[in-house]
Nanobody, 118 residues
Framework: QVQLVEFGGGLVQAGGSLALSCVASGRTLNIWRMGWFRQAPGKDRVFVAHINWGGSNTFYADSVKGRFTISRDNAKNTVYLRMNSLKPEDTAVYYC???????????WGQGTQVTVSS
């Protein structure tokens, strides 16, 4: 099994920045890709960004492209999400998730709240 724990959520004003981190433990060799997702109140959970665990390929949702940056530190089993130019519509619970080689996200963190005030 893989355990994922997120850190770094909080309250920020619009236009500000926050950095999230996600630490993986356990059978991390099972992880092929790490992603960030978010769920706003009353809405479905949606994809934000992902990065391949063994390489540097990244992919972003259009809504965050150019503002968010995903990165990883394999030595620390940690993936990061740097969020700049935050907007009130970025308010959500942010989850990190790990996918196996099948591409399916089978490992999830508990989530961290990000609130952007206008």
């Amino acid at each position: 099994q893989v355990q994922l724990v997120e850190f770094g959520g909080g309250l920020v004003q619009a236009g500000g920045s926050l950095a999230l981190s996600c630490v993986a433990s356990g059978r991390t060799l099972n992880i092929w890709r790490m992603g960030w997702f978010r769920q706003a109140p009353g809405k479905d959970r949606v994809f934000v960004a992902h990065i391949n665990w063994g390489g540097s390929n990244t992919f972003y949702a259009d809504s965050v492209k150019g503002r968010f940056t995903i990165s990883r530190d394999n030595a620390k089993n940690t993936v990061y999400l740097r969020m700049n130019s935050l907007k009130p519509e970025d308010t959500a619970v942010y989850y990190c998730a790990g996918a196996t080689a099948s591409g399916e996200y089978g490992y999830w963190g508990q989530g961290t709240q990000v609130t952007v005030s206008s």
